[in-house]
């Protein structure tokens, strides 16, 4: 197998490329977290102070399809921030996230994927060099190709993060 990062054949060379590191994340995503049981989806780590896999997951398709409406020039719909949301809770942390089957968040950010495709299909290189506004409260602002690539990053920041707690979850099952 060949690795590369091109887009669809219909995309602009760099966007197609920015577009293939994030689909690239998420199957890679997809692939770590093959197999999980429920309860190692809802594993918080030691003493419970970590985030699970689930909240991991929502967060990053909430992030990303945050991007998503960025990048269309929009604001997130209502009905999204109510499903997917809040970006982080009244003590600044991640919301919660308990007995979603791993299912499910897959097939909701695998909806996310789509909606990525649905504008950089079009989108023409030039147009990364728009500049848009995101953080908590729009205080910061980055170019959509920055905002692409971060998407990217972002994924693989945090399934660090969901290796440790399978890594935890196995030694912990272990020695049950």
């Not at 199957?27 to 003493?47: C, F, H, P, W």
Request: glycine residues 6%; aromatic residues 10%; neutral net charge.
């Amino acid at each position: 197998m060949i690795r590369d990062l091109q887009g669809n054949a219909n995309m602009s060379p760099i966007v197609g490329m920015l577009y293939a590191a994030v689909t690239e994340n998420n199957e890679r995503l997809k692939a770590i977290t093959d197999g999980m049981s429920q309860d190692e989806v809802d594993y918080r780590g030691l003493n419970n102070g970590f985030n699970s896999t689930a909240q991991l997951i929502r967060h990053l398709l909430y992030v990303d399809l945050n991007w998503v409406y960025r990048i269309k020039g929009k604001p997130l719909p209502p009905p999204f921030i109510e499903q997917y949301g809040p970006m982080i809770d009244e003590n600044n942390r991640l919301p919660m996230v308990s007995g979603v089957p791993l299912q499910t968040l897959i097939a909701q950010y695998a909806h996310v994927m789509q909606l990525l495709q649905e504008i950089c299909s079009p989108m023409k290189d030039w147009e990364l060099d728009n500049v848009v506004t995101f953080g908590h409260e729009n205080e910061k602002r980055a170019t959509i190709r920055w905002g692409l690539w971060h998407m990217a990053d972002h994924s693989r920041y945090h399934q660090a993060h969901i290796n440790m707690l399978r890594k935890w979850y196995k030694e912990y099952s272990i020695s049950k």
